[in-house]
């Protein structure tokens, strides 16, 4: 069965700081890869996907970038964070082909105040 | 460009009575539609999907029908529960790779 583990559970962080999140997905072999980002109590917005090792697509600007160093990681970061990044950060994968290609599977999600 | 419409921001309703929520969706490409729901504090979960015109799909008491005509795949229930209160998100994917998230409606179910 798979499994996706995203680090830390929440953080605490100043404006102005840096950022790293984690995801790693077990049991799986070369997912499609996802970040989304969710104010509280609002719509999610995808962020980044990515394919394979090495490629990641952007998809809003939000001042965050991604990378895929490995087939079963994905990392979201920032070198200086933004009053308005504070969120529900939530990595996501979901099939590489075949009818239910779409169907996104979220991980626990982290959660991040910047203050 | 593509787009999902909930109307409705917040739904307050008695347990044990019928509910709808509305989902229309707007693009140029083959829809592939989903519902997910996300209780409160924990990560969204699939609830329905569906590709198939005038197809209905059940899952846990819930279902919906995409109809392509008029664009939409309202979710619906027949009776619902305390536990069905929750943020319920129509999601729109035209490829493989970008889906697109309706604002969401919250329900709450009073007892």
């Known amino acids: 069965a798979q499994t996706i583990h995203q680090w830390p559970v929440a953080e605490i962080k100043a404006v102005g700081s840096p950022l790293s999140l984690g995801c790693t997905i077990k049991?799986?072999?070369?997912?499609?890869l996802y970040w989304y980002w969710q104010a509280t109590g609002g719509t999610l917005q995808q962020l980044f996907y990515?394919?394979?090792?090495?490629?990641v697509e952007s998809v809003v600007q939000l001042n965050l970038s991604a990378s895929r160093p490995k087939d079963d990681q994905f990392i979201l970061s920032t070198e200086k964070l933004l009053l308005s990044h504070s969120g529900f950060y939530l990595c996501?994968?979901?099939?590489?082909?075949?009818?239910?290609?779409?169907?996104?599977?979220f991980g626990p999600g982290t959660r991040l105040t910047v203050l | 460009g593509d787009s999902v419409t909930q109307t409705e921001g917040l739904v307050t309703l008695t347990k044990g009575l019928p509910v709808m929520l509305n989902c229309t969706y707007q693009?140029?490409?083959?829809?592939?539609l989903f519902w997910y729901v996300q209780h409160l504090n924990e990560a969204p979960k699939l609830l329905l999907k569906?590709?198939?015109?005038?197809k209905r799909t059940e899952h846990q008491g819930f279902y919906a029908t995409l109809h392509k005509s008029s664009s939409s795949f309202h979710l619906q229930k027949s009776s619902v529960q305390l536990s069905d209160s929750a943020l319920y998100f129509c999601?729109?994917?035209?490829?493989?790779?970008?889906?697109?998230f309706g604002k969401g409606t919250h329900l709450h179910v009073l007892p």
């Open positions: 996501a994968w979901s099939l590489e082909g075949g009818p239910n290609y779409a169907e996104q599977f």
């Open positions: 999601a729109l994917s035209e490829n493989a790779y970008k889906v697109i």
């Open positions: 569906s590709s198939t015109d005038n």
């Open positions: 990515s394919i394979t090792v090495g490629q």
């Open positions: 693009t140029t490409y083959s829809p592939f």
């Open positions: 049991g799986k072999s070369s997912p499609n």
